[in-house]
């Protein structure tokens, strides 16, 4: 096997040729290797793979070449030291805060965090006797008076699901380390390509892979990157041990994703710009919400801390659930679905779908209304998503 040179290209380079490991066969695309296990040449030589004194793969729950490739294409995207590949976005999530979490710790989340990322914080870790606090991520000082001595790490998402709210990565960095505690970033909406978190102070960085990375709505995955000690202290025996580890033919779709994830995001990316422009004004829209745009609430900081909007833009129906719901039914193009990132332009109802758990009392803290919807842009052509959504609209009045 042959590594790529380790010269550090740009991120687009990256993408597309780093972390391959060529086999002595000389493949252009690199190689699918299914396999459960590996065979040793003595018996000698497996007691030292085992020993760690020898390196090599010993069974593909700890690690697989595939696996390898796609983590060290992802460490190279993001300029971290290590990267562990999870079998789904949530697996990820929960081992980067479980492996760090003991009993009488305590976590400090966003309010505005994923549902079941929100369900891991709120009430999977009191079941394991770590408490939790849930603040408003905009406020600062929420993040502040949440600090207790036994504060172990915060947690948070920017842009934030399904509102897009844009969080300061940098001054929420400062405070969990004032306290002597971890920042976990859940970076999925902004992908690797317009917000680099370790670059902000957080301490890791975790991805739903299933989203833009794939791109295609095929598989799931997960990953989970940080500096080779936090890896070490707290996540690679976990996933060694209990297992959440990625299957080889997922990695290899993701890691063939990659190739294409500049290209794809940067279209998504102008499409949804697009969208913003066509539909801010539309009489039968209340509020739309873009973080590239100068109305949105934390423009500046989306500014100073992402290098471009997102592929994603919200919006609130005027009329409530019925019109949100009227609206969904009139799309022809645009696809009903509480999945994002993907090829297709997806809508969601989050407040019937995603964030259906939380209380009405809870969804409405959010900014969750009934009217709202979230879409994600796909790879149509622009004007296409845009005829769609303002005809849909207009059988919705
Ligand atoms: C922000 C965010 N984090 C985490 C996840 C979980 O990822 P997965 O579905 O791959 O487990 C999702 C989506 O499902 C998400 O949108």
Known sequence: MSASPARRYRPETRLVHSGTLRSSFGETSEALFLTQGYVYETALQAEKRFKNEEPGYQYSRFSNPTVTMFEQRMAALESAEAAR??????????????????????????????????????????????????????????????????????????PTNPVLEVLDIKAIAKIAHDAGATLVVDNVFSTPLYQRPLELGADCVVYSATKHIDGQGRCLGGVILASEKFIQDNVHQLIRQTGPSISPFNAWVLLKGLETLAVRVQRQTDTAATVAVALAEHPRISRLIYPGRPDHPQAEIARRQMRAGSTLVAFEVKGEKAAAFRFQDALRLVKISNNLGDAKSLITHPATTTH?????????????TDGLVRLSCGLEHPDDIVEDLVTALAAAA
């Open 85 to 158: 590949a999870t079998a789904t976005g949530m697996a990820a999530v929960t081992t980067a805060l479980m492996g760090q979490l003991r009993a009488g710790d305590h976590i400090v989340s966003s309010k505005a965090v994923f549902g079941s990322c929100r369900y891991v914080v709120e009430d999977h870790c009191p079941r394991y006797g770590i408490t939790s606090t849930l603040v408003d991520g905009t406020d600062l000082d929420q993040w502040k008076k949440a600090v207790r001595p036994n504060t172990k790490t915060f947690f948070l998402e920017s």
């Open 356 to 368: 259906q758990r939380l209380t009405p009392a809870a969804r409405a803290e959010l900014g969750i």
